[in-house]
């Protein structure tokens, strides 16, 4: 779909050029820096390979059973009496994976009669060199819970509730003095009823995504989160995720992250271009749903959670601060794809929503681990899933918003503390906060709760940088034989390949060095090879940039090491060459050993 995304797997790049030639072709010496690349951002995640999970480093897919529940799990689904978390037990945990999903062999249910899907302007931005798509899901009539999202609110266009507030509010916060009187009043003014989403879903997609595929996607998405709120998955806490399907649980390679990806800037502008489209066209208003023949399911969820829930909440809290919600801290560490945020009923929205999450650095200074931008969100309970949000064991999770109230709780209780700073803090490194109606309560929650991916143990391989430094024509250069090191960390066993690209100048010259399958040099034409710190030390693995791939290690034992060294052979004469740098990639693949 685009030319930034190719390939199936995720794999690690090493920037092998770099490389200004020298010497024999009588040209000034430049010392030169290969760094980091990322190579095949590919959209099926199908098959056991290694893909990057941040800078040099890799992470195992297994294509085993990725969430598989057991028979008593199964029965769980779908039954009220029993549902005392969102949080399913698998029996083993689905690693975090890069790219995108392809939905060409997705087949959607026809839930048509019962629900349809919007894209929600609001949500919808370029996400780290990503298209992101909000994508709300709505009820019709015909359905059996249809009411239980046409919500009754207060009318903001009534005469009683332009006039505003008649009591004292705080001059800072804007918040009532008198909670019970604000109360009193907010339950006089007239009422209208609106029409909440059951559930928000995030998608990810490449610049050149059509309409089409964008509508395939969403509809696919409908019939399992419908299944889902049918089976009341959304009156538990992160609930909502059982409509996420297991495959498509696939994080956005954030590509502003990686220094060696030079062409972000570029894909930046296209990814913005094409959500000012999205936004402009007619998905904002009605995705029609279109009358598949699948079969809507429900999937397991995971272990990892923060955050004391939706279910408890007696007040409103105004926005333009950032609050840390110091209950539940994180169980575990990996990624929340899923959050559940409840916003108050005065004014009838919640804009510019952020939820994160925060590590507390010390005392009451907490730091920004990372956040997401929500959009704005209706009066009333919001649950969303396909977030990237990092987490750690022991973070907080947290939020800011411009405008509106989210709801929370005071109450007695103990360890349900809140803290806050104005303004919006996420990003803005270690910063001091404050107790909020400290002394006042013994428990304030804030109403919204996070769960996700637990992470596995990577596969990483360091370093990340070599220099080659300066070379010639015809000649061969060597980095030490035990030069990277490879440490498996994935529970099981590994077989490593290694592969390479044909080496291109940079800039605009395009000039080009053919790497050749058996390491044989010729007039722009270069070899490259690999070779283990064993008995022989000799760099015996030709790097190919046709399948089938060399083996580079096989069976690397878990918890196992392995160093290794690459060796550069440079064409035996060069054509076209005009001092600009030389760069290709040399990618490893590991797969599960048989």
């Excluded at 095949?40 to 969430?67: D, R, T, W």
């Excluded at 806490?237 to 495959?247: C, F, N, Q």
């Excluded at 272990?303 to 809290?317: H, K």
């Excluded at 960390?489 to 060095?513: H, N, P």
Aim: negative net charge; charged residues 20%; proline residues 4%.
């Amino acid at each position: 779909m685009s030319r930034f995304f190719k390939g199936k797997f995720r794999r690690i790049g090493f920037l092998v050029g770099s490389i200004v030639l020298a010497g024999l072709l009588g040209i000034n010496m430049v010392p030169v820096m290969p760094v980091v690349t990322i190579e095949a951002m590919g959209y099926e995640i199908k098959v056991p390979a290694l893909f990057v999970k941040g800078e040099g480093h890799l992470c195992i897919q297994n294509n085993l059973a990725l969430a598989a529940q057991t028979n008593e799990q199964q029965a769980e689904v779908g039954a009220k009496a029993t549902k005392t978390s969102g949080v399913g037990l698998q029996e083993s945990s689905t690693p975090v994976r890069y790219g995108y999903v392809d939905y060409k062999d997705k087949e959607p249910a026809d839930v048509s009669d019962y629900a349809y899907a919007v894209v929600e302007p609001s949500g919808t931005y370029e996400y780290h060199g990503n298209v992101r798509i909000r994508i709300d899901f709505f009820l019709k009539e015909a359905s059996p819970r249809y009411n239980d999202r046409y919500v009754e609110v207060v009318d903001t266009e009534s005469e009683e509730y332009k006039a505003g507030y008649p009591g004292e509010v705080d001059p800072k916060t804007g918040e009532p003095l008198d909670w019970d009187r604000y109360n009193k009043w907010l339950d006089g003014l007239p009422t209208t009823h609106q029409l909440n989403p059951f559930h928000s879903h995030f998608l990810h997609f490449p610049p050149d995504v059509t309409n089409a595929e964008i509508e395939k996607a969403a509809n696919y998405h409908l019939g399992n989160f419908y299944q889902a709120f049918m089976d009341e998955w959304d009156l538990v806490a992160g609930g909502m995720r059982h409509g996420w399907d297991v495959e498509t649980r696939v994080r956005p390679y954030r590509y502003d992250d990686n220094p060696a990806f030079l062409e972000y800037d570029t894909l930046k502008t296209e990814c913005e271009t094409r959500v000012e489209e999205v936004k402009q066209s007619g998905l904002t208003s009605s995705i029609i749903a279109v009358q598949g023949t699948g079969t809507p399911e429900t999937y397991p969820a995971t272990e990892i959670d923060v955050g004391p829930g939706t279910a408890s909440n007696n007040a409103n809290l105004s926005g333009d601060r950032t609050f840390i919600q110091k209950y539940n801290a994180a169980n575990d560490t990996g990624v929340i794809d899923t959050i559940d945020i409840r916003s108050g009923t005065t004014p009838n929205l919640m804009t510019g929503v952020k939820a994160g999450t925060f590590e507390n650095t010390s005392g009451d200074y907490y730091t920004s681990r990372d956040s997401e931008s929500l959009g704005d969100l209706a009066a009333g309970l919001n649950q969303l899933t396909g977030l990237n949000c990092s987490i750690s064991t022991g973070d907080y999770i947290g939020a800011y918003w411009t405008d509106g109230y989210a709801r929370y709780y005071v109450g007695s209780g103990s360890n349900g503390y809140m803290y806050y700073k104005d303004g919006d803090q996420f990003g803005q490194g270690s910063q001091e906060y404050s107790d909020y109606l400290s002394g006042f309560y013994d428990t304030v929650y804030l109403n919204i709760y996070g769960t996700g991916e637990t992470a596995i143990e990577d596969i990483s391989n360091t370093p990340a940088t070599y220099d080659f430094g300066n070379v010639s024509a015809d000649s061969t250069y060597s980095s030490d034989i035990n030069e990277f090191t490879i440490t498996n960390s994935s529970g099981d066993a590994v077989d490593i390949t290694i592969s390479g690209t044909d080496m291109v100048e940079t800039g605009a010259g395009g000039y080009t060095w053919t790497l050749s399958d058996t390491a044989t040099v010729g007039e722009d034409t270069y070899g490259l090879k690999a070779g283990l710190d064993d008995d022989d030390d000799s760099f015996d693995a030709v790097v190919k940039k046709s399948e089938t791939y060399n083996t580079l290690v096989s069976s690397l034992a878990d918890s196992g090491t392995q160093d290794w060294g690459l060796q550069l052979l440079t064409p035996s004469s060069i054509t076209d060459y005009t001092k600009g740098e030389m760069e290709a990639t040399v990618t490893l693949t590991a797969a599960f050993s048989s």
